[in-house]
C-alpha cells in the first residue's frame, strides 16, 4: 500500500432514473457517486493503493456526503477542501436495446468549478505521492478548473511526481465556454507520461478534427504522433469497443508505448450490460495498478481490460473489485457460483 | 401540430408483478395505465400530433388519475367521459427465458364497457378530427361497445374523417360473450382506409378460421382478399415477428397497398426485451405518423417498426418516445451514450 | 394427489444484494426461503403431490416464517420441529457478465444444525410415505446432521420407502469439521434407488477425488461405477450445463438406469438468467414428478430439464411452477404473451 | 388447538397507495389479502385454534395465491373453492389528521358473489365445527351469498353449530341490489348466539334506521330489543370508538349477556395508528378466542379489546398477533423493547 | 370554470431523503415538482378553476416532465416556456421530533432565473385572465426575475386583472444579489389587491425589519400600515402557527379588509404532520377559491385554513384535494372511513 | 480534533423489518450497521473527535461493509481486525402503539465473540488515545470477550488512559454462558471513571438484584454506593424514560459526581419516535462530548440528552447530528425548517 497515487477531479452527483425508466416514469432517482476521476482514485483504493482525491464540494451535508463515500472505499479524503457553489449533478437514463443512454450533466456553477485555482497548493497537496492523475474533463470545466489543472501538472513535474491523464473528451463542455481544447490539453500533456486516449482524443488534441473510434493502424499512427509531440509521453493505452446494441458491446484494449510495440488484448464479448458508466475509468484504473505493481504492459493492459469488462456488470460509477476479481478474469477462471 | 386524431377505446390499469417476479410472489404491484387505442393516442402526442381521446371512466379517484396521465402526454382528455361501473384493469406477469408473459384480463363490468353507445355524440366528437383510430379490442368487450364503434365508423365516414383500424384479435374477449367477430369486423372494415393486420387477423375477419403468423406470400395474399372485401381499403401493414425466446424477438414489418405494392424493412434483433406490451400500438401509431406526415409508405412503414422496436425498451404500455427518437433508429445512428 | 413424499433437510433464510448489485451497495436484503430439500419439497407440491418437511428451525419468527411459507406452497409442514439454535443463512450476491455470483454460508449453529438426530422418530415421520428426499447438504452439516441423515434412510429401508438422493457436494461444509465425506455418503448411497449427481459427485462419493463436470462418456462410466457398489441404486440422472457467460448457461441432461440404458436431452439456451439458484432442486423435484407420474424415464428426464430450466426465470430457491408450466416447455408450446 | 371454527366469507385483494400518499400518486400499490371472516379465521389461527374458511376464489394465480395466504398463516383452505368470476378487491388511501381514509370497493362480479349456493354443501362443510362465523358484509353482496349465508346459519342450527355474527353494516352494498338488509339479517340472526353489533347495527337489523354511535346507555337498551326479538343470542359485544383525529382514536367496548349483564373495558388511546382496516374483525376474533378458552365475558371482552388495539399497529387486514402479545397488553406489561 | 388565474413563477424539481432519513442516508431520493405559484395553480385548477401557468424551464425531458406534471392536475401549461439554463431545484431533509426539517436550494442559473423579462408578453399572457398570482420568492431569484415579476404586476393593473400576491420572504435568495427586497416589494404591492403576508412580512416590505410571527394585534396594526401604503389593496390574510414540535403544529388562520373587519378562525391541532412544504400556498389557493367563488370572507378564510391543514396530509409539494374535502373539514363531519 | 477516543466492542448488521411491519411479512430487510460502542465512536467523529474503533470483524464482504460504514462517517477504522467466524446480526421489529419493539439477538459465534483475547495488544492500540470506552454488552458476549475487556480497561489504566463505562446490562447474553456477571463488572468498573448505569444497572453490578427504573432519590443512592465501591469513579449519569406509549416518550437525565453533586435537565416529550435503537449511545457519546469540550456537568448532561432526544428521530443506530444540532436543541431554537 506504499504507491501514492493522487487524482483531481470533481465529485458528482449521480440521479438515475431506475432501472431503464425513463427520467422521472416514476418519482424517485437512484442516487451514485461519481466523476472520472474520482472513479479511478476508489478502484485504486479498492485495489489495494494510498489514493487520494483532491477536489472541492459545496459546505454542507452533500458535500459531506460526497466525502464520506470515498472515504468508505478507503480513499484518503482529507484533500477534498469545502467552497462556495453547488453540487455537480449529472441525470442518468439507462438505455436498452436501440436505444441509447443518456446523461445530463448539470454542473454549472459548482462548488469545484467555481474554486480559485490558487486555493490548491500543489506542493502541499503532491507531497508524497508517485502518480498524479488527471482527466480531459476538468479542463473542460471552465478557465478556472483548467488553469488549475495545468497547475497541477506543472507542480507534478516539478516534484517528479509521474503524470497519468485520460482524454475524456467532451465537446459539450469545452464549447459552453468556448475553451480551446486543443491549446490546453496540449499544454497538459507536455506534463503527462501516460495517457489513456482514443485515435479520436489524439486527434483533438493534435488539433486534428474529431473521427470515430478508429482501427488499430490509426491507433498506432496516432499514437507516434503524440509521442513526437509529447516527449514525457511513455505509454498511450486505450480500449476498442464494438456496441452490437445498448446492452451489447464488444471490448479489447490496445497500449503502444514510446518504442512503438504495440500490446492487443483479446475480445471480449460484454452482454448484457448492467451499468456502463465508468468503464473508460475503470480501464484506467486497472492499467495504472498494473503498471505500478510491476506487471508488464501486456499484463498491466490484460488487467486494465478486466477491470474495465467487470465495471459493465456493476451499478454505479464505481469499480468495486479487488484485485482478485480481475485476476480471475484474466485466467479465464470461469462463471460458477462462488460459494 | 394540425392533423387531430381521435382515438376511442377503453382506459385500462395494469396491474404488474415487479420485475421478473411471479404474481403476488412479493406484496406490490408496479401501476401503469394503458389500453391499445390510447398508447396510440400517447404516442402520437408525443410525435407533436393533435391526439384526442374519447372513452368512458368510472368516476372517483381512478378515472380522474386516467384521464391525467394522457393529458400529461399531451393527450386531450377533454372528451373521456365518467359513467358507472368500474374501472377496467389486467394483471400482468412478466416472464423470461422460456416463461411466457401472462396478461389476466378483468375487464368484465367496467365503465367503458358498460357505457350506453348512445352516450357518444359522434358528430360532436369528430369534429375537426382528420383520422379515427379504433381496434378490435373495443367490439370485443360487448354489444354496446361494439355498438358504440360501429357507430363512430359510420360517423366518420359520413363526416368524411379517415379510419384506421388495428385489428388486435382477443378470441378469450369475444368467447366470452358470443359476439361474432367475423360479422362485426367485417360491417366495421367497410369504413377503413387504413388496417393493421396480420394474416391471421384477416383470417378471422374474412371467417377463415385463425392461424398462425405466417410467410410473406400469406400476407399478401390475405391483403388482396382484404382489399377485395373492402372497398375503402387502402392500406395494410403488420410486424412480422419471431421469438427467439421470451427474452429476444427479431421484427421487421410489411405494408401492401390496394396497387398491391409491397413494402418490406430489413429485419431488427430486439434483445433483452424490457417490456413487450403495447408494441404493436407504437407500430401503429409510427406508421400513422408517417403517412400524416407525408414520408412515404417504405419510409413510413420503417418508421412504425422503429417505434415499435423502440418500445420493447420501455417500461410501461405508452412509447415514451419522440420523432427524433425514431428518426435516430431509422438512420441507424448507433448506441453512443448521448451527452 | 396421493404419492407423498418427505423431505429432510435445513430451511434457510436466503438474504440477497437487490438486482445485480453488490453486497450492501444499498442498505436493503431481498429475502427468499430455501435449502436444497425445501426447495424440492415445494415443487413437487405445486406439482399436486403431497410433499411434505422434516425439519427444525428455531422457536419465534423466524422459525414461523419458514414453515408458513411452507405451508403458503401447499407443504405439509406439520412435522417441522422447532429447537434451541439459530436460523441458517446465506448472502447471495447475484453476479452478471463476468462476475460470478457469490453464497455466503451462515449456517453454523443452527438449530437444524444442532439437532440431536434422536428427535427424529422415523417411523413416525417416514408414515405414509412413498418416498424420502435427501440430499447431500445435510450430512455435510455435521455429525448430528450426519446421523440423522443416515437414520432416515435406514428407516426408509426399513420401512419400504424409497430413497432419493441429490449429491449436491459442498467441499467447505465438509471440510469445516472434517467429515469424511467419501465414507458417510457411501453408508447413505447403499439405501439409495435414485441419484442426482454429477461424475464428480460420483467421484467424491467413491473417493476417486474431485473433478470438472465431465462429457457423456464418463458420466455413463462412473454411472457404472455407482451402480456396482451401490446394489439398491436404480437410477442416476444429471444435468449438463455449459456456461457461456454469467447470465448465459446451456442446459441439457442425461439418465443412466442399471440396465445401462441412457437417455440424453436436447440443449437448451437458458438466457439472460433471473436467478440460477435452486436450479438443480428444480431438476431433481421434475424428474421424481416424472418418475411418480409414470412417464417413461426419457419423458421424465425431459419434465425435470423442463423444471430446471423454467427455474432459471423465476427470482427465489423455490420453482414456482405446475405441471402445465413444465409440459408447455417441454411440448415446445411457444413464447407467446398467454392472454 | 381442538375447537375447530368455521369461517364463511369473501376473500379480497387489497391494492394500497404506500404511506400516505393518495390513489396512484406514485405507480405503485401495496398488496394486501382482506375480507372480514377471513381476517377473523386468520386471527383464530394465529391464536392456535382450528380456524377453516370456506370461500369461492377465481381459479388460477390470483385464487390460489388467496388460499396460499390462509395456509401460510396456519388456516385450514381446503373448503375454499374455485369458481367463475373475478378476484373482489379494494383501493385503500390511508387518511392522516384531518384527510379520512377511503375503501374504494370493487368486488362486483366476484367469483365469491357469484358462487352458486347450492354449491355449498353445509353438512360436509360444517362437519366437527363447534362455531361458525359469518358477518354481515357478506348477505350485502347479493341474493345469491345472502342465500348462502342463510343457509349456512340453518345448517349450524340444525348440526349444533353455534353461530358468531358480526355486524358490519355496508349501507352501498345492500343499495346496490336492493337487498332488504333488515328483512334478511333478521332472519340471519335467528340463529345467532354471538352478535358483534353496535347500536347503529342493531337499528338497522330491527328496521329501527341508522344511527350515529351511541353512549353505553343506547347500547343496553338496543341489546335487550336485540335479546327480546332474537331468542337464540346470548351475547352481544361492541366496541366503542372515538376519532380524535384520522390517526388518534380511543378505544373501550362493552359486552352485555341475555341475563343483562353488562361488561365495560377501560378506554385505551390508540396513536399514531399503523392501519385502521380489521381492527373490528380483530375485536371479534378475540372476544371469541376469549369465549372459546373459557376466560370469564369481561377477561374475553378486555382481550378482543387488546387484539383490536394492537390490530391498530399492524400493516395490513390480518391481526398478526399470538395470544401471549394480546395477553402482554391486558395486563399492561408495557412498551420496553422487547430483547 | 370560468374564472381564469394565471400564476407566474419557477418549476422546481424537489429530491427529498426517503421517510425521516437524513440526506444520502440511503442512495434514493424520492422526487416531487413544486414552487410556489405552480402549487397554487395545480390547487386552483383542483378546485376546478381555469388555472394557467406562466414560466421558463429547460429544453429537454426535465422541463417537459415538469409541464407534463402540471396539465396531468388540470393546469393550462401552454404558457410555460423553454430557455436556456438549468432546472431548479431544491434538496428536502424531512425532520422529526426535534429535530428540523431542511431545505437546501439549488435554484441558481436556472432556465427561470436566466430568462429574459423581455421574452413574456405579458398582454398576450394575461389575455382572458381574472386574476394573477404571484410570490415574493420570484423577485428574490435576481434581477431579470424580479423586472419580469414588475412588468406582470404593471401589465395587470394595465389591463384590470386582480392581482394576488403571496409574501413568502426568503431571507437568504435576496441577499446572494443584493436585491433590496423592500424598494423592490413595495413597488409590486402598488399593483396587489390581495395580499398573504404575516406580520413579519409586512415588516420587511415596509423597510421594519423582520420580526418574529406576532399576536393577532400586530397584525391589525401591519395590515393598517398596508392599507395605508398601498392604495390597491384591499384584503390581507395569513394563517398563524404554533409549532408544538417538528411533527405537531396548531394552526389558525386571519384575515383583515380594508374596512378595518378582521375575521379569526379556530385552531386546529395538526398531527402528526406528513409534508409541511406547501401548506402556505395551500392556504393561498384556499382563500382564492373562496373569494373567486363568492363566499364571504370569513368562510372563505376557513376554507383556506382547510385547504392548509389538509395539505399537511399529503406528501408532495401539490395539493391534491377537491372542493369537497375542504368542505367536508369546514363542515367537522369527522374522521371514519370513506366507504 | 485532538481528543482521542478509543471505542472497543463488536460491530453488528441490523435487520429491520420495513416501516412497521412484522418480521418477513413483505420479503425485504432494511440494513443497518450498529453495535452500542460503535454508535459512540461515529457519534463522537460527527461531533469532531478523533474517534477510534476497536474490534474483530469477519474476512470478506460483509466485514469490509461494516469498516467501511464507519470509515464513511469519520471513525478511524484501522484497528479493526479480521477474524475467524461470522458477522454478529439482529433482526429488530419496530413496534408502535401498544406493540413494543422486539430485538432478535443472533450474535453467537460471530469472529468478534470468537476473537482471542491475546490478539488485542493493548498498549499498541491504545497509544495517543484520551479516552477509552466500553460497555457492559462485550464482557456479557463469553468469555473471550469478557477477558478482553478486561484487559482494556487494566491497560487503560496503565497507560493513563481514562475509561468511560456503559452499564448496557442485557441478561439474557450473561445467562446464555452463566456469566458472573456482578462479579465481572466489579473488576471493570475499579478501572472507570466515567459510568453510564441506571439505578437497576448499579443493583446488579453491586450483586443487590434487577430492579425497575427508579425515581432520582433511588439514583442518587445508587450513585453513593458505586462511588463507595469504586475509587476512581468520579461521574455517573443516567437517562430517565417514561413510556407513555411505544411511540411516545418523556425524556431527562442525572447526573451526579463524586462529591456527591446532582444535576438534573428538564423533561422532553419525544414523539412519535423514528427509531428507539442506540438512544442511550447517543446519550453517552453527548455527555462525553461535553466533559471532553470542557463545557461544565450541567451542560454536558443537557448536551447528552439532546444528543438522545435527536436520535428518537433519525433512522438506524447511529445518531447522524453534529455539535450544531445538539446546540439547537439545548438553545431550544424552535422547530422552523431550515431554509
Redesign the interface.
Known amino acids: 500500500m506504499s504507491t501514492r497515487i493522487v487524482c483531481f477531479g470533481e465529485l458528482l452527483l449521480r ?1 438515475g432514473a431506475p ?14 457517486f461519481g466523476g472520472a476521476e474520482a472513479n479511478v482514485a476508489v478502484s485504486l483504493a479498492l485495489f489495494g493503493h494510498d489514493a487520494a482525491m483532491v477536489s472541492t464540494v459545496p459546505e ?3 458535500g459531506a ?1 460526497a466525502a ?2 470515498l ?4 480513499v484518503d479524503a482529507r484533500r477534498v477542501a469545502t467552497g462556495a457553489g ?2 455537480g449533478l449529472y ?1 442518468l ?1 439507462n ?12 454542473r ?2 459548482s462548488a469545484f468549478a467555481n474554486a480559485d485555482p490558487r486555493t490548491y497548493d500543489w506542493d502541499r497537496l503532491l507531497a508524497g505521492a508517485h502518480w498524479l492523475h488527471l482527466s480531459g474533463v476538468t479542463p473542460a470545466l471552465g478557465a478556472a478548473a483548467a488553469a488549475a489543472t495545468q497547475h497541477a501538472a506543472e507542480a507534478a513535474t516539478r516534484l517528479g511526481v509521474r503524470v497519468s491523464f485520460d482524454g475524456n473528451y ?1 465537446s ?1 463542455l469545452w464549447e459552453s465556454w468556448d475553451g480551446q481544447p486543443a491549446q490546453r490539453l496540449r499544454a497538459l500533456l507536455a506534463h503527462c507520461e501516460l495517457l489513456f486516449a482514443s485515435d479520436r482524443d489524439i486527434g483533438v488534441i493534435l488539433g486534428e478534427g474529431a473521427r470515430e473510434p478508429a482501427p488499430i493502424e490509426r491507433i498506432a499512427a496516432a499514437a507516434a504522433r503524440a509521442f513526437a509531440a509529447f516527449p514525457r509521453l511513455q505509454t498511450m493505452a486505450t480500449t476498442l469497443r464494438t ?1 452490437r ?3 451489447h458491446h464488444a471490448l479489447s484494449a490496445v497500449l503502444v508505448d514510446r518504442a512503438g510495440n504495440m500490446q492487443l488484448t483479446p475480445e ?7 451499468d ?2 465508468g468503464t473508460g475509468d475503470a480501464f484506467a484504473a486497472g492499467v495504472l495498478h498494473g503498471l505500478i505493481s510491476g506487471l508488464g504492459t501486456a499484463q498491466a493492459l490484460h488487467f486494465g481490460l ?1 477491470a474495465a ?2 465495471k ?5 460509477d464505481f469499480n ?2 479487488g484485485v482478485g ?1 480481475v485476476e ?2 484474466v485466467a479465464d477462471r ?6
Open positions: 440521479l432501472g431503464r425508466q425513463l427520467l422521472l416514469q416514476s418519482p424517485t432517482f437512484d442516487v451514485h454542507g451535508a452533500l456526503a464520506g463515500e472515504r468508505r472505499h478507503g453547488r453540487m441525470y437514463i438505455g436498452a436495446i436501440h436505444r441509447p443512454s443518456e446523461v445530463l450533466y448539470d454549472a456553477g467532451r459539450k456496441q446494441s445498448v446492452d471480449y464479448e460484454v452482454a448484457p450490460i448492467v456502463r458508466i478486466g469488462c467487470l459493465h456488470s456493476i451499478p454505479g468495486r473489485v476479481d480471475a478474469f470461469g462463471f460458477h457460483v462462488r460459494r
